[in-house]
């Protein structure tokens, strides 16, 4: 579960706000995180996610099981990148499937006890100019270690 106070999520030493006039996804399917939020842009344009995953391998190589299919296919879209996000280490990457139009980007951070935060967009559309968009640039830097 996460820890909602004074405006922001709170987790395992991390925490994140979520931006003003976006749809709170509410049915969930088999793909649902327990430990997440998932939203819809107020544009219905793209989807966002904070998660918290638990058992998790280093996050380039939990990213990289994104980015290489089982039949050896590339589908990075940008280069896996080490990162810093505000007090928080970790990596980042966009990625396609070849079996839907989606674009994904996914920044993985390091927590405590085996436990990584996931932010996750997914579109349709070019996933490299949104993730530069003052409105995705935004959340991340809402994202911190408390």
């Known amino acids: 579960m996460l820890h909602f ?3 922001r999520f709170n987790q395992n030493g991390m925490s994140f706000a979520l931006p003003d006039e976006f749809y709170f996804e509410t ?7 327990e430990n997440g939020i998932r939203i819809l842009s107020k544009d219905k344009h793209y989807y966002v ?12 190589a939990e990213l990289n099981t994104f980015l ?3 039949d050896g296919t590339n589908r990075a879209i940008s280069p896996l990148e080490e990162i810093e996000c505000n007090g928080l280490y970790g990596h980042q990457a966009a990625y396609k499937y070849s079996r839907d139009k989606k674009q ?3 920044m993985r951070l390091a927590l405590p006890d085996d436990l990584q935060f996931a932010f996750l967009i ?7 100019a ?13 994202i911190r270690a408390e």
Do not use: M, P
């Open 104 to 106: 994904y980007f996914e």
């Open 27 to 33: 049915c969930h399917d088999e793909e649902a995180v």
């Open 5 to 7: 106070e004074n405006g």
């Open 130 to 142: 949104l993730v530069q968009s003052e409105e995705i640039q935004s959340l991340i830097r809402e």
């Open 122 to 128: 997914e579109t349709e559309g070019d996933i490299q």
């Open 49 to 60: 996610e904070w998660a918290i995953f638990a058992d998790c391998k280093s996050t380039d």
């Open 68 to 70: 290489i299919s089982d």
